[in-house]
């Protein structure tokens, strides 16, 4: 059986980098690129929570909150 795969764009050191994923949701992409548990995610410029469905294309940004703002 063939993995499938997903290209988005995500938020990396300023700008938006393409990535090939086999992630399906906002949780499983987490584990898949070492994201925060605690980070914020927005797709498409929404907030959304781990049970989304990723779909090719979608914008992805993380955002790690502390006591001094996000980063």
Do not use: C, H, W
Not at 27 to 49: F, I, K
């Amino acid at each position: 059986m063939a993995i499938s795969t997903t290209t988005i764009k995500v938020l990396s050191g300023g700008g938006f980098i393409e990535k090939v994923i086999t992630s399906q949701t906002l949780g499983a992409l987490r584990d898949e690129l070492d994201m925060p548990a605690g980070s914020s995610l927005a797709v498409n410029a929404v907030d959304q929570d781990d049970s989304y469905e990723i779909q090719d294309g979608d914008i992805i940004a993380s955002v790690n909150s502390n006591k001094t703002g996000g980063q």
